[in-house]
């Protein structure tokens, strides 16, 4: 079984940081893409970041510059440094790691971590 577990979310006043981590633990072949997404009360869930295993990223537009996306594949771990946030970055955060299986892969979720910034 594959456990994925998020932390570090939390109150933070408009133009403050948060960085929240996701570790994923148990018996797996290899983690190969990693991404952090988002769902605000009333919205779809919406990937805010993304980052494979060679390290390359992607953003969505309204966090470039602010958000940064990285991991450390040795503790299977990524962390998303959230810096500058807005009120409109309120959401419950979601961690997704991306299992490689003998055949395909398979995508495990954490339970998500509040992030609530006020104005």
């Not at 983690?31 to 060679?54: C, F, H, N």
């Not at 309204?62 to 959230?82: C, E, H, P, W």
């Amino acid at each position: 079984q594959v456990q994925v577990v998020e932390s570090g979310g939390g109150l933070v006043q408009a133009g403050g940081s948060l960085r929240l981590s996701c570790a994923a633990s148990g018996s797996f072949l290899r983690i190969t893409d990693m991404g952090w997404y988002r769902q605000a009360p009333g919205k779809q869930r919406e990937l805010v970041a993304g980052i494979s295993s060679g390290g390359s990223s992607n953003y969505v537009d309204s966090v470039k510059g602010r958000f940064t996306i990285s991991r450390d594949n040795a503790k299977n771990t990524a962390y998303l440094q959230m810096n500058s946030l807005k009120p409109d970055d309120t959401a419950v955060y979601y961690c997704k790691v991306v299992i490689a299986r003998i055949l395909g892969t398979r995508d495990y979720w954490g339970q998500g971590t509040q992030v609530t910034v006020s104005s």
